[in-house]
Structure formats: C-alpha cells, structure tokens
C-alpha cells in the first residue's frame, strides 16, 4: 500500500467512525452481546425524565449487579474457549510473558470487555480525533512495526508466543484475551486496527513496578461506578454518565496516569532472557533517562537546573478544543497527540495535521543547541574561541578543526531516547564558499536516500553474536552494542571536523551545522517497502551558521539563539569530559570560573573532572571553593563525600551522603554510595536500608542485586538472597559481549570510527579538499 492508498483508506475509516458516532448520539439504546457491550444512550437525550435520585441510583445499583454477572459469564465462556488451545509456553501461572503485563481476575479478558473508541467518542470527540492519527491508535498495524514482529513470529525457534513481549505495549487487548497463540480463533480485527485504545490507558488499576514491557496491573474496563464506588464492568448509558460526571472520573482517572511511572510501563523495555534465551539486555529507558535529568528534580547531579516536567507535561500540553470535548475544562484539553518524534507513520497514513504538528513540536522546543564554538589552525596549540566573541584570521590553505559542540538542552530523555538503531539523528557539516561552491559536506544523503557513512549520527550499533548488525529490528538476536552515539539529557557532545580552505578561494565561507532527524532510517524502510518508495521527512531539529572572511574576523554580536559566553564554555567542557579529556576538560571549566566567579557548580565541574582524573588533591581545593559558595549544594557535597572516603574521612563520608539523601530521596547515586559505606564499616542493616530504596528506584542497579543478595545470605534470609543473586548473574554484562562488537568494528572502519569518543571527521583524500560522496 503506498501513501496515496493508506491516505483514501484512512478518509474511509474516518468517516464511517464519524458516522458511528453520530449514530450513536442519535440512538437511545443499543441491544447487548455476548460479549459484553451493554446499552448506550446519547448524550443529548432528556435527562429530565421522571425517575428520582433515589430511583436512578437504585437503577444504577441493578446495573452494576447485571453488569458484573454478565462480564463474569462472558469471561468464562471466553476461557473456556481459548485456554485448552493455548500455548502456555512458559507455563499457565506465565500466560502473557516474556511480557510484565497482569490483568485483575482469572484466565484471559474477553475483547467486548472493552469499550470500543468509539464508544468513548461520542462524549470526547476532541481525544478521539486526536488519539486516531497519533501513534497510540496505531501501534501495531503500521507496516514498520508488523514488519519486525513477524519476523520474530515466523522465526524457526520462536513463533507468536514470544510475541507477547512485543504486544503486550503495542497490541494489549490481543494479549490479554489470549489472541497471541497459534491457529486462533479470536477475531482481532478491531484490536490490530484500533492498538491502544482509550480504555487500555484508562482501565489500568495499577503499576507493577517501573520493569517496563508493560509493567502494569489491567482491570476489567469500567467506565463508571456506582454509589458505593463499585466499578461497573462495559459501557453504560451515555445519560448516567452526565448525571454522575464524578463518578465517571473515578472510574476512568488515576492520579498515577499524571506521573512518568506510568508512562515508565511502556518506555521502558528490557529484552528478558525467555525472549532471547541469553540473558537480559536492556533496550531502552526513556524513563530513567528522564528520571536522571534536571526535569525530574530528582538527581543533585544534573549539570543544570529546571522546573519540574514529567513526561505528560511535555508530550501532552493543553490546548485549546475545537470539537465537542466533555473532558475539557476551561475550553482547554491535555493533548492526545503525545507529540514526539514519530513522523513515519502520519506520513505513511496521510495524517497531515498530525505530520505537521509533530514537525512543528520538533523544531519548536528549544530542545538543542547548536554552537560552531572553536576553530584550531594547524600548528597551532591555542583553540580560537568562543567563535563570534574573539577576533581572528583565515587564510587561503590553511587546515582548519572546527569544534561543534551540540546541546542536548530541553530535551528530558537522551537524543535518541528510544528504538535507536531505527530511528536516526545526525550532524550535516558543511562548508561553502560565497559562491555557494562546496568546500567540504560531512552527514548527506545520497541519492538512494542512504545516510553518509561516516556521518556522526546520534543512533547506535546492535549486533550478533556473530558480530552482525541487527539491521532489521531482530531484537531477540541482539548480543552487543557496538556503540551508542546518544547524547543524555543536559549533557553536550563535541563533534569535529576538519577541512582545508582552498587556495583559490575568494570571499567569506560560510560554516553550518545542523542537526537533522528521520523517521525512519533508509535501510529499514527499505527492508519494509523495497527501494522504491517515497522519501520519509527529514527534519532540521537545529543549526547555526557562521560567515567568515578571509583575513581578519572582528568579534560580532551574538545570535539570539546562542547560549551565553560561560554557558558555551560550560559545554565544552560538560563534552570533554564524555570523551575523557580531562585536561581539556577543567581548561573549559576554569574559563567558566574567569566570567562567573560566584558560580559553585563551576568548581564542583572541575572537581568531579580531577576525581576522574585522579588529581584528588586538586579536587579537594576546588570542591572546599563550591562549598564555600553555596555550603548546602548537594551536587557538592556528592563529590565531597567521595572525597572524604578517598581521605578515611569516614563520619564526614557518611554525613554528605545523607545530607544529600534527605535533599533528594530519589537519588539512586547518592543512595548506592551511602549504602556501599554502610557495607564496609559492617552496618548491615543501614546498608540494606539504602540498597532496598535504591532497588525502588531503579530496580535493575548492578550494586544493589550483588550487595542485597549478600546481606540477604547473611541476614538468613536465602530465598530472597538466591533472588537477588539470580538478577545480578541475568543482568551482568556478559564479558564476551566486547568480542561480537570488535568483529563488527573490524569489518566496518567507517563505523570504527565513531565507537571511539574523541575521533575527527575529515576528508582530505580529493583535490582541493572536497567530499568522496558514497565511500
């Protein structure tokens, strides 16, 4: 199906869910089936009949109680028709794993149990409009997800069990009514069409944990409870619900659908060893990415400082309505576009508001940085910069580095947070002269859509254990990373380039750097659709460009999207770090200190670099200086206290930590440090206190498993020890992982390349200095 196709079918299904809807706003009552759906009425019949309070809350107590009676039959019937079938691969207490999902009750859940979107519609026109072109509704029938499950379902070792670890976030109704089994027998139409569905999100009961893979605790879907708060199983007439709002909420609202632990059940995915027969391997963490950056107000670590945001506060806005919306208040509604990155798929449908909104969401956040912050002439020690506030010169035949330094600044998970090796983020570098004629182009498409080789791309390298990528999404065959170009959250990355001016050139050339997004990356599109299909959108996320002449460069004004001077220093030096130049690192941190002296994180910046480096006596000096400027910084006192265990200084060790432990409860660094001092002055029991906490925040911390399982052991407590011991040897890097990424390394110098943190892109081998396109 090609774009124009998707798009008329797409305008097909539309207007027969419009005119569903306005059907169902026109009919009073609709005939109950056998699986589940009771009768609906219109939102707009008169409510002003003649029952009283007391009689409709007498009806409704009645409903409940037929309700219940009618979902228990339908379940059992259901059951007993799927389960002798079913292929219990992991046993029947497992029925839905490799995935985490759970669902309230016995056996499976029926589909009728759920109420249709549609359903939904009728009252919330606004969220059902929304929640059609976004990726929620369309989380399994797109061909770019189909195309991999089917592959791991037609895999000769594995089948549609395995599955389940898939389905579980992308088609949960399918899950859990025991449709993901050979020769089937359920209907799953509606569900492979409609994904997630509003009561998928709005009927779950709990969070299991924050494991991800669909970690969460489904109950029977209820849009509505009773007087006693009893939830009331399928659909009600739409006239109840507006005479008991409230009670509608209860049924469908949670105070934890506002927090990320709830988004956390499904951007969050390991690959479990009953997937992969391995060993657990994480995939992606999107939520602990947040929970690690400044957003989240939860790690005294960050490099700089913000408002609180969850996930929803960003990806779920409230804007104005423009079509009925019962759940709107003040004439503005949370968004269920959950705006992000995906372009692919209102692409392929023909969804052109969505396309737009999101292309629109991409570029309009603030999210990067780009600053084109230094040059180094060759023979030259001294960086020129920052570029823009120093003077200069240039020259014909001079080789030139630039540094670009990008920002990964509002941006509350890593760039790219997710399924990397499918998205692709990168640098285009280019260098004109005024003419326009290219001098040097790093990071371009060539003609067959195909990204330069040697581009620096924010995306990363699985592979097998043959040291083969795993170039078509075959998640269960993933053994190692050959590397992860991904930027975290308020952290930078230096990107090097170096070319030559041309001896002949006459002018200013300008410089522009900018980083580009595709959804998806060619390779994979073309596993899905062929070569020939059309191209998928680039997008520019952000660039800066600068002019510079030949001969003599005065300082200049700064750009209104340049950070200030201290700031770009700040990041220079936030990069050097990643990249372990240390040196480099504290030059950039103390020119930090020369334009704000009153600025502790500064010198807390160059003590955590000399920590790294080794250089403990300097560290000292610089962290006595932040805490002087500011004695109640917990960033500081972090590092001081690894300062003070260096030294013996072991109460002082103790006292930072906690300091910074009753300032930031959730800090999973400052807990595992004050749990390993406990350990070693033989405090057990306040040992495993922190252990304990730190495992409620990241239940996949290496030093908690291996210490609780210790303690445990100690404490007699085997059973729980054997746990834990058991999750540290599952989730342990394998030491042979290194050997599959070196054998594709070795066969992929371009690739080589950029596994090594500081590395230069150049290309000098043609005459004049230009690009070898396509090598």
């Known amino acids: 199906m090609n774009r124009k196709q998707a798009s008329l079918r797409w305008k097909a299904i539309r207007t027969g869910a419009a005119l569903s809807a306005i059907a169902l706003l026109c009919v009073l009552g609709v005939a109950q089936s056998n699986e589940g759906s009771a009768s609906v009425s219109s939102p707009s019949a008169n409510l002003s009949d003649k029952a009283t309070g007391a009689d409709v809350t007498g009806a409704m107590v009645a409903v409940r109680a037929k309700a219940e009676e009618r979902q228990d039959n339908d379940r059992k019937a259901h059951n007993a028709a799927v389960a002798p079938t079913y292929d219990y691969h992991y046993g029947k207490k497992n029925p839905f794993t490799p995935g985490n999902i759970a669902v309230e009750g016995e056996g499976f859940l029926q589909p009728g149990a759920f109420p249709s979107a549609e359903y939904c519609g009728t009252c919330h026109q606004e969220a059902y409009t929304q929640w059609r072109q976004a990726l929620h509704s369309n989380s399994f029938r797109t061909p770019f997800y189909r195309t991999s499950v089917n592959l791991l379902i037609r895999d000769q070792t594995r089948g549609i069990a395995f599955a389940r670890h898939c389905d579980s976030c992308h088609n949960p109704i399918a899950v859990l009514s025991g449709g993901l089994t050979a020769d089937s027998k359920i209907d799953r139409t509606l569900m492979d069409s409609d994904g997630l569905t509003c009561m998928t999100c709005h009927s779950v009961m709990g969070l299991d944990s924050t494991n991800g893979n669909s970690s969460v605790k489904m109950g029977v879907p209820a849009v509505m409870v009773d007087e006693n ?101 003040n004439g503005t509604f949370a968004s269920h576009r959950w705006l992000a990155g995906n372009t692919a798929v209102p692409f392929y449908y023909g969804f052109d508001a969505q396309l ?126 050959a590397y992860d170009n991904t930027v975290q959250a ?42 020939d299909h059309p191209a998928y959108p680039v997008v520019e996320l952000a660039s800066r460009t600068r002019r510079m002449q030949i001969g003599e460069n005065a300082p200049e004004d700064p750009d209104p999207t340049d950070n200030p001077d201290w700031m770009r220093w700040n990041n220079l030096g936030i990069a050097m770090v990643d990249q372990f130049q240390y040196a480099e690192a504290v030059a950039a941190f103390t020119e930090v200190i020369k334009l704000r002296h009153d600025y502790a994180d500064a010198y807390t910046n160059v003590a955590l670099t000399e920590i790294l480096w080794e250089k403990y006596d300097s560290a000292r000096t610089a962290i ?47 807990r595992r440090e004050l749990g390993i001092t406990y350990y070693q002055q033989k405090d057990e029991h306040a040992a495993l206190e922190q252990f304990e906490a730190l495992q409620q925040i990241d239940p996949d911390d290496l030093v908690a498993h291996y210490n609780l399982s210790i303690l445990y052991r100690r404490m007699g407590k085997s059973e729980k020890a054997a746990e834990q011991q058991a999750m540290f040897v599952d989730k342990k890097v394998d030491p042979g992982a290194p050997t599959y990424s070196l054998n594709y390394l070795r066969a992929h110098p371009e690739i080589s390349t950029e596994s090594i943190a500081w590395h230069m892109h150049s290309d000098l081998t043609t005459e004049g200095g230009g690009a070898e396109r396509g090598k």
Request: charged share 25%; aromatic share 12%.
């Open 229 to 329: 708060g009893n939830r009331i199983p399928g659909q009600v007439p739409f006239a109840e619900i507006l005479r008991h709002p409230e009670r509608h909420s209860q049924a469908v609202m949670h105070d934890f659908l506002h927090k990320p632990e709830f988004c956390a059940a499904c951007h969050k995915a390991n690959l479990p060893s009953p997937l992969n027969d391995y060993k657990f391997i994480r995939a992606f963490t999107a939520y602990d990415e947040w929970q690690q950056s400044k957003f989240s107000q939860r790690n005294p670590l960050t490099f700089y400082t913000a408002d609180f945001t969850t996930c929803q506060g960003c990806h779920m806005k409230r804007n104005a309505t423009n079509l009925k919306e019962y759940g709107a208040k």
């Open 490 to 531: 308020g952290r930078s990355v230096l990107v090097r380039y170096q070319f030559r001016i041309p001896g002949e050139v006459k002018g200013p050339v300008s410089v522009t750097a900018k980083v580009n997004y595709r959804h998806l990356r060619q390779s994979y599109l073309n596993n899905i659709f062929g070569k």
């Open 356 to 481: 737009q909104k999101t292309i629109e969401f991409l570029r309009a956040g603030n999210f990067l940085n780009v600053d084109i912050f230094a040059l180094r002439k060759e023979g030259e020690d001294k960086l020129t910069a920052p570029l823009g506030r120093v003077a200069y010169s240039l020259a014909p035949n001079e080789l030139v580095e630039a540094y670009v330094v990008i920002q990964n600044k509002n941006i509350g998970h890593s760039l790219i947070p997710e399924v990397r090796d499918l998205y692709e983020a990168w640098v285009e570098f280019t260098v004109n002269d005024a003419a326009g004629k290219e001098i040097y182009h790093s990071g371009f498409l060539k003609p067959d859509g195909m990204l330069d080789p040697r581009a620096h791309s924010f995306t990363n390298r699985p592979v097998t254990d043959e040291g083969e990528f795993v170039d078509n999404h075959k998640v269960w065959t993933i053994h190692s990373v």
């Open 624 to 670: 006595r200086k932040a805490l002087t400027l500011d004695p109640d910084s917990a960033r500081a006192l972090y590092y001081d206290g690894l300062l003070q265990r260096r030294a013996g200084n072991t109460q002082q060790e103790i006292a930072d930590f906690r300091r910074v432990v009753e300032k930031f409860p959730q800090s999973r660094d400052a």
